[in-house]
């Protein structure tokens, strides 16, 4: 005679001596309800067995009818990554975060843990797939690079795992993020290279004849990405109030140049820009007016947007002929930060100029700029009290009583 467990399920006496322990999962298959069985040898242990059962099942149960496109309640890495994706990145993350998360995924991830369930991935073993990939994960250029992936690159692969099983969690299917707590390795910071005030003149004549003065002006006075320099339209530029209005950017998505919404959110911004920048401008639109264009700098061979690295490589070619040193596209922007601050221009307001998100980064990121700053300001009050202590003193006046 089979007794019910508090209506939980239902225990009863094998003719082997044995307990079993009865439940049902919620599941049909071919048209029957699935049923489940725990045994035991007495019927208190069989009973705690059942309980236990009961109550996991009702958890995935719970998981299930919360996520519906779930198979099951303890899906693989490769089977979540791929709801992951579709139904949380794909609507709200731009498209190409969405493309590098697939890269690092299918590239790094999955062909190591795409077949372990969710909750079998532990902090040890991403711990242990991020050092295996820094020590041992170059797909291509091994003989050049090393077989080591980068610590930068090893840093990314763990962003696009934490946030994936993130939204595990988030979801109730585990408990907790295991790659929160791992363990990356140090990267190794480029230093920033700058051009100094002194190669400044010899680059813009440089640039003067090459026909993209304008163009280097803007960027070495407002510090714009390139892809945001890229996107500007003669709507963005406002001559009277002597504005450039950044709110969009050219990115390079499958192959092909697209342009999009910019980084962040304080990447929308309206920036002020110098008489000389102004002047310029007005005269380069009125030179484009045949031109059947909007993009303020487009290509001039297709009139369309203009590719990067075509520019990065005519930004080589005028370095190599101003006999000033080769430096990144981006250094540029490193250099507008430097010498502003170096102009004794205020951190608050270069950071809104260069888009970051708090005054903090900038800081951080041009430390070296403001502790020169703070030795040249040093010396100059120490030197001030060495002058004063070596001054002879006045001779002073002694008045005689009337």
């Given at each position: 005679?089979?007794?019910?467990?508090?209506?939980?399920?239902?225990?009863?006496?094998?003719?082997?001596?044995?307990?079993?322990?009865?439940?049902?999962?919620?599941?049909?298959?071919?048209?029957?309800?699935?049923?489940?069985?725990?045994?035991?040898?007495?019927?208190?242990?069989?009973?705690?067995?059942?309980?236990?059962?009961?109550?996991?099942?009702?958890?995935?149960?719970?998981?299930?009818?919360?996520?519906?496109?779930?198979?099951?309640?303890?899906?693989?890495?490769?089977?979540?990554?791929?709801?992951?994706?579709?139904?949380?990145?794909?609507?709200?993350?731009?498209?190409?975060?969405?493309?590098?998360?697939?890269?690092?995924?299918?590239?790094?991830?999955?062909?190591?843990?795409?077949?372990?369930?969710?909750?079998?991935?532990?902090?040890?073993?991403?711990?242990?797939?991020?050092?295996?990939?820094?020590?041992?994960?170059?797909?291509?250029?091994?003989?050049?690079?090393?077989?080591?992936?980068s610590a930068k690159t090893v840093k990314d692969i763990n962003i696009a795992l934490k946030a994936c099983l993130q939204k595990a969690v988030d979801e109730e299917i585990i408990q907790k993020n295991p790659a929160v707590k791992v363990q990356l390795p140090k990267e190794e910071k480029k230093e920033m290279q700058?051009?100094?005030?002194?190669?400044?003149?010899?680059?813009?004549?440089?640039?003067?004849?090459?026909?993209?003065?304008?163009?280097?002006?803007?960027?070495?006075?407002?510090?714009?990405?390139?892809?945001?320099?890229?996107?500007?339209?003669?709507?963005?530029?406002?001559?009277?109030?002597?504005?450039?209005?950044?709110?969009?950017?050219?990115?390079?998505?499958?192959?092909?140049?697209?342009?999009?919404?910019?980084?962040?959110?304080?990447?929308?911004?309206?920036?002020?820009?110098?008489?000389?920048?102004?002047?310029?401008?007005?005269?380069?639109?009125?030179?484009?007016?045949?031109?059947?264009?909007?993009?303020?700098?487009?290509s001039p061979v297709t009139h369309d947007v203009r590719d990067p690295s075509s520019v990065t490589r005519n930004l080589h070619r005028i370095q190599r002929r101003a006999g000033v040193p080769q430096i990144r596209f981006h250094d540029l922007r490193h250099t507008f930060a430097t010498l502003s601050i170096e102009?004794?221009?205020?951190?608050?307001?270069?950071?809104?100029?260069?888009?970051?998100?708090?005054?903090?980064?900038?800081?951080?990121?041009?430390?070296?700029?403001?502790?020169?700053?703070?030795?040249?300001?040093?010396?100059?009050?120490?030197?001030?009290?060495?002058?004063?202590?070596?001054?002879?003193?006045?001779?002073?006046?002694?008045?005689?009583?009337?």
């Amino acid at each position: 005679m089979a007794k019910r467990a508090k209506g939980e399920g239902s225990l009863r006496k094998r003719n082997d001596g044995r307990w079993e322990g009865i439940y049902y999962t919620g599941e049909i298959k071919d048209g029957k309800r699935v049923r489940k069985s725990v045994f035991a040898k007495s019927q208190a242990e069989c009973k705690e067995k059942l309980k236990k059962a009961i109550d996991e099942n009702e958890q995935a149960q719970q998981i299930l009818n919360r996520c519906a496109y779930l198979n099951s309640s303890e899906p693989t890495m490769r089977e979540w990554y791929g709801i992951w994706l579709e139904s949380f990145c794909k609507p709200t993350v731009k498209e190409h975060t969405v493309l590098g998360y697939q890269f690092l995924f299918e590239t790094y991830i999955l062909p190591r843990i795409g077949g372990m369930k969710l909750n079998q991935i532990s902090t040890v073993v991403c711990q242990q797939v991020l050092t295996d990939l820094f020590q041992d994960g170059r797909t291509r250029g091994r003989s050049t690079r090393g077989n080591g992936l980068s610590a930068k690159t090893v840093k990314d692969i763990n962003i696009a795992l934490k946030a994936c099983l993130q939204k595990a969690v988030d979801e109730e299917i585990i408990q907790k993020n295991p790659a929160v707590k791992v363990q990356l390795p140090k990267e190794e910071k480029k230093e920033m290279q700058t051009l100094s005030a002194n190669d400044l003149g010899a680059f813009l004549r440089e640039t003067k004849e090459s026909g993209c003065y304008e163009f280097y002006l803007l960027e070495l006075t407002t510090g714009l990405r390139l892809g945001e320099i890229l996107a500007l339209t003669w709507d963005d530029f406002n001559e009277e109030e002597k504005t450039i209005t950044v709110n969009k950017q050219v990115q390079r998505i499958n192959s092909e140049l697209k342009v999009s919404s910019p980084k962040t959110e304080a990447s929308h911004r309206t920036i002020r820009i110098c008489d000389e920048c102004v002047q310029n401008l007005i005269l380069l639109k009125s030179r484009q007016a045949r031109i059947d264009t909007r993009l303020i700098f487009p290509s001039p061979v297709t009139h369309d947007v203009r590719d990067p690295s075509s520019v990065t490589r005519n930004l080589h070619r005028i370095q190599r002929r101003a006999g000033v040193p080769q430096i990144r596209f981006h250094d540029l922007r490193h250099t507008f930060a430097t010498l502003s601050i170096e102009q004794g221009q205020d951190i608050k307001t270069i950071s809104h100029m260069l888009g970051h998100t708090d005054a903090g980064f900038t800081m951080n990121t041009y430390m070296h700029v403001t502790e020169k700053m703070q030795d040249s300001v040093a010396s100059a009050l120490g030197n001030l009290m060495t002058e004063k202590q070596n001054e002879k003193p006045a001779k002073k006046i002694v008045r005689m009583p009337a």
